[in-house]
C-alpha cells in the first residue's frame, strides 16, 4: 500500500545537525512532490518545504533558508531532510508527507508516522 | 508569509452537535484551502482540499465551503471519533502556512 517510513527518534546537542529519511513505497516515487512539516511538543504544524523527487528541485520555507537541504535517492525512492544548526526549539516531530496530485497542490493525502528529535544539551 | 487565523482555538461539543470552525486568511487565496485532524500521538490526516471537496474515505457529516480569504469546517452531527485538534492550511503561495489549530472537545 502507499506509505512513507521514516527513520527513527534521534537526540542531538544544539549546534549538532539531523538528518531524517523517509521512504516511499507503494506509488510512483517521482510523481508526486513531498514535503517535510515540523510539530514542536504540544504546538501546531509548520511547513518547512518540498523537494520534486524527479528533478530534486526545492523549495524551503524562509524559516529554514540557510540551513535545510531536502535531497532524494532514487533508487532506494527515499528523500532526506537535513536541517543544521540545531537549537532547542528545533525539538519537534518531523513529517514527512506526499502531495495527492491531480492539480491539487500541496493537499497531503499520506504522512509518515513521524520522527521524533529532542536538541538537549 | 500568509498568516491564517483560526477561531475558536477550542470548543466544547456534544455527540449529536454541529461543530463549525472557521478559518481566516491574511490575503485572498482563492480556493487553495485545505483541512486535516489530528489525534494526539498520530499524523495529521487530510479531511478537505480545494475548500470544499471531501478527500476519498472521509465521512460526509464533513463540509468545507468558502472562498477568498474566510472559510469554514463543519462537521454535521459530531461523533466520538472527531474529538480532535483540526488544521486549515493555505497552499496559494510558493511557501504554505496552517492555522494554529483548533481543539474539539467534548
Known amino acids: 500500500q502507499v506509505q512513507l517510513v521514516q527513520s527513527g527518534a534521534e537526540v542531538k546537542k544544539p549546534g549538532a545537525s539531523m538528518k531524517v529519511s523517509c521512504k516511499a513505497s507503494?506509488?510512483?516515487?517521482?510523481?508526486?512532490?513531498l514535503h517535510w512539516v515540523r510539530q514542536a511538543p504540544g504546538q501546531g504544524l509548520e511547513w518547512m518545504g518540498w523537494?520534486?523527487?524527479?528533478?530534486?528541485?526545492?523549495n524551503y520555507a524562509q524559516n529554514f533558508q540557510g540551513r535545510i537541504t531536502m535531497t532524494r535517492d532514487k533508487s532506494s525512492t527515499t528523500v532526506f531532510m537535513d536541517l543544521r544548526g540545531l537549537k532547542s526549539d528545533d525539538t519537534a516531530v518531523y513529517y514527512c508527507?506526499?502531495?495527492?496530485?491531480?492539480?491539487?497542490?500541496?493537499?497531503?493525502?499520506?504522512w509518515g508516522q513521524g520522527t521524533m528529535v529532542t536538541v538537549s544539551s | 508569509d500568509i498568516q491564517m487565523t483560526q477561531s475558536p482555538s477550542s470548543l466544547s461539543a456534544s455527540v449529536g452537535d454541529r461543530v463549525t470552525i472557521t478559518c481566516r486568511a491574511s490575503q485572498s487565496i482563492g480556493t487553495y484551502l485545505n483541512w486535516y485532524q489530528q489525534k494526539p500521538g498520530k499524523a495529521p490526516k487530510l479531511l478537505i482540499y480545494?475548500?470544499?471537496s471531501l478527500h476519498s474515505g472521509v465521512a460526509s457529516r464533513f463540509s468545507g465551503s468558502g472562498s477568498g480569504a474566510d472559510f469554514t469546517l463543519t462537521i454535521y452531527s459530531v461523533q466520538p471519533d472527531d474529538f480532535a485538534t483540526y488544521y486549515c492550511?493555505?497552499?496559494?503561495?510558493?511557501?504554505?502556512?496552517f492555522g494554529q489549530g483548533t481543539k474539539v472537545e467534548i
Open positions: 523537494i520534486n523527487p524527479n528533478s530534486g528541485d526545492t
Open positions: 492550511q493555505q497552499s496559494y503561495s510558493t511557501f504554505s502556512t
Open positions: 508527507a506526499k502531495e495527492r496530485g491531480a492539480g491539487v497542490p500541496m493537499a497531503f493525502e499520506i
Open positions: 507503494g506509488f510512483t516515487f517521482t510523481g508526486y512532490y
Open positions: 480545494a475548500a470544499s
